[in-house]
T-cell receptor
Framework: SQQGEEDPQALSIQEGENATMNCSYKTSINNLQWYRQNSGRGLVHLILIRSNEREKHSGRLRVTLDTSKKSSSLLITASRAADTASYFCATDVGGAQKLVFGQGTRLTINP | GAVVSQHPSWVICKSGTSVKIECRSLDFQATTMFWYRQFPKQSLMLMATSNEGSKATYEQGVEKDKFLINHASLTLSTLTVTSAHPEDSSFYIC???????????FGAGSRLTVL
């Protein structure tokens, strides 16, 4: 069964705006990861946040983690058309990098 | 960086035939690989964990006789969809664990269409 639920399922914004995606999960985790998938392609790892971390930055990406609410958010600042993709959160529920993915958010950046 | 190659990237086959998809770690050894299935506009569903030199571990609801997984070397895992049917049409993605890292490296995926 899916561990993560993401919202919104789809998000369309103008280039230059910020995009925020949310992820909720059900069980305890060691870490939470965000991946990006361009249409019809494999996944690319974006960022990992450990359960003892609350916020992490990487370039234009900012991830937060609230273990008390079992939720995480991914913020993409100053969006670009090339950011158009699906974004998935993933949690390690079985150890050894066995990940369970959320439903994903389809992000469209309009030029 | 670590690269995982998946082949073929797309395949069309007739119903009843078997299709083999390869997943290779190009510049690292992968004792563990994972196979996912993804339907259009949906998330990835873990099918099985492929372990080098031992039997794969299948997720609940995945038919092991239908989806044969072989991980005979530290750089290659194969997924064979046996007696494929149209409902097996999907996007199959593999990933590998880079030793010492907490992240997965994914292949580009293989799109299977069964006519």
């Amino acid at each position: 069964s899916q561990q993560g639920e993401e919202d919104p399922q789809a998000l369309s914004i103008q280039e230059g705006e910020n995009a925020t995606m949310n992820c909720s999960y059900k069980t305890s985790i060691n870490n939470l990861q965000w991946y990006r998938q361009n249409s019809g392609r494999g996944l690319v790892h974006l960022i990992l946040i450990r359960s003892n971390e609350r916020e992490k930055h990487s370039g234009r990406l900012r991830v937060t983690l609230d273990t008390s609410k079992k939720s995480s958010s991914l913020l993409i600042t100053a969006s670009r058309a090339a950011d158009t993709a699906s974004y998935f959160c993933a949690t390690d529920v079985g150890g050894a990098q066995k990940l369970v993915f959320g439903q994903g958010t389809r992000l469209t950046i309009n030029p | 960086g670590a690269v995982v190659s998946q082949h073929p990237s797309w395949v069309i086959c007739k119903s009843g035939t078997s299709v083999k998809i390869e997943c290779r770690s190009l510049d690292f050894q992968a004792t563990t690989m994972f196979w996912y299935r993804q339907f259009p506009k949906q998330s990835l569903m873990l099918m099985a964990t492929s372990n080098e030199g031992s039997k794969a571990t299948y997720e609940q609801g995945v038919e092991k006789d239908k989806f044969l997984i072989n991980h005979a070397s530290l750089t290659l895992s194969t997924l064979t969809v046996t007696s494929a049917h149209p409902e097996d049409s999907s996007f199959y993605i593999c990933s590998a664990v880079v030793s010492g890292a907490n992240v997965l490296t994914f292949g580009a995926g293989s799109r299977l269409t069964v006519l």
